[in-house]
């Protein structure tokens, strides 16, 4: 029987980040990656290391591994085509979904927060 070697390959460079792990929290616990439906996470093959963003731009934005991670490593960076904006007629203001602080009634968070979950306690902008 012949042997075949198969090789994962990262998609060429995008703009697109989709999510960010911060590996100075990050665990390496690596089951965010059994969480996301569309294997956009790869397992670190050095234990103890934050998985591989190997295929952000299949992201769907669900938010799964950034509701699933209990230290809080993970935080979403929404495509700006998708951080909708606003301008408020009586001032001329711009805003935009995502942005640090918006004013009411838009102040919602978007999908997956505002960042990371210690980012969000320290107060610091979803990137
Ligand atoms: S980001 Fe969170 S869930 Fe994923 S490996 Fe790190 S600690 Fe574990
Ligand atoms: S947001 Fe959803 S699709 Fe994107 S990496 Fe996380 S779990 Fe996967």
Redesign the pocket.
């Known amino acids: 029987m012949t042997k075949h070697k198969a090789y994962l390959v990262a998609n060429p460079l995008t703009p697109g980040q ?2 960010v792990i911060d590996p100075a929290i990050c665990g390496g616990c690596n089951s ?1 990656v059994e ?4 294997d ?2 790869l397992p670190n093959p050095e234990k103890g290391q934050p998985p591989i963003v190997l295929y952000p731009d299949e ?8 509701e699933h991670c209990t230290t809080g490593a ?1 935080r ?1 960076v929404h495509p700006l085509n998708q951080r909708i904006g606003w301008k408020r007629k009586a001032t001329g203001e711009y805003f935009r979904v995502g942005m640090k602080n918006p004013p009411p009634p838009n102040n919602r968070p978007p999908v ?1 927060g505002w960042g990371s979950k210690r980012a969000r306690t320290d107060g610091e902008e979803c990137g």
Do not use: E
């Open positions: 989709a999510v965010c969480v996301c439906r569309t956009v996470l992201c769907w934005f669900c938010a799964s591994c950034v993970i979403m997956g």
